[in-house]
């Protein structure tokens, strides 16, 4: 979906140039007065409404689907660079979304010392389990198959790691989850998000999980890691407490661009 950004002296102006650009049915995101010195100007940034539309539905991630009870777990990685919150979003999922379930944690790959102790801290009767190769994959997934979901924390990918990241993301692809979600900071630039989400590619990621988005100010701008993914996003992260649940997304993102999950208000 592409903003464009429209300045005018007055509203009225402003907005006959949107509606000749974007037609009728344009979508205002957002509309402010810019002051400089005695000189007022308004500015709206809007976009086609089908495109919002679209959007909308890209986003939408569907329901979470549990296996009937007996089944084999639903199995969750996430993935995504140093610091972008996996490990804390695999905490809270744990303690909030899915505190009524048997949750098991894998870890794949390399962790910080620590890393199954903050997820312990949030859900103490977690099963953790870590694999390095296949065959210690199967076993860990065989001693899991009670738990309702399996998480999956992996490492960063590091460029000189010794075909470490290789090592991972296979193993992450045999665990066959039904979501990968790439984590994300906010704060990226578009185009580091870009290339970070190519890196991540043979990891198979389905999801965007936005975090840090508390680090970020609000508005438009903020929504510009999901308008560029144009992936489906289940949660976001906005909170630096460990003990914070993770947000619904949609109506999270669709807010940061000033939409109603549902509905949209056109140009008036
Ligand atoms: N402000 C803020 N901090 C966060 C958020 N999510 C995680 N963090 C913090 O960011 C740091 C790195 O998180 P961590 O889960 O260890 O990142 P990982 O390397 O991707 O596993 C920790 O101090 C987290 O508490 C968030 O949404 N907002
Ligand atoms: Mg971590």
């Not at 859900?123 to 994959?137: F, K, N, S």
Request: hydrophobic share 45%; aromatic share 4%.
């Amino acid at each position: 979906m592409r903003l464009e950004t429209f300045r005018g002296a007055s509203l009225v102006r402003v907005f006959e140039d949107v509606r000749e650009a974007l037609g009728d049915d344009a979508m205002v995101v957002r509309t402010r007065v810019l002051r400089e010195g005695r000189v007022h100007a308004v500015e709206v940034i809007a976009a086609k409404a089908a495109e919002v539309e679209a959007f909308r539905r890209t986003l939408d991630p569907g329901p979470l689907e549990f296996s009937a009870e007996g089944g084999w777990p639903l199995v969750m990685g996430i993935v995504g660079p140093s610091g972008a919150g996996k490990t804390a979003a695999v905490a809270r999922l744990a303690a909030g979304d899915f505190a009524d379930r048997p949750v098991g944690i894998l870890l794949l790959g390399g962790h910080r010392i620590g890393t199954a102790d903050v997820i312990r801290s949030l859900r103490p009767d977690v099963t953790i389990e870590t694999a390095a190769d296949a065959e210690g994959l199967d076993e860990a997934l065989l001693r899991l198959c009670e738990c309702a979901v399996v998480l999956v924390d992996t490492p960063p990918l590091a460029p000189r790691d010794g075909g470490a990241g290789d090592r991972w993301m296979a193993l992450l692809r045999r665990a066959e989850p039904k979501e990968v979600h790439l984590a994300l900071a906010a704060g990226l630039r578009t185009e580091v998000a870009t290339v970070i989400r190519e890196d991540y590619l043979p990891a198979n990621p389905t999801h965007l999980l936005l975090t840090k988005l508390d680090e970020v100010p609000g508005g438009a701008g903020a929504a510009e890691i999901p308008l560029r993914m144009e992936m489906p996003a289940r949660w976001v992260s906005d909170a630096p407490e460990t003990m914070a649940p993770l947000r619904t997304a949609v109506p999270r993102i669709l807010d940061l661009l000033g939409v109603e999950p549902a509905e949209q208000k056109a140009a008036a």
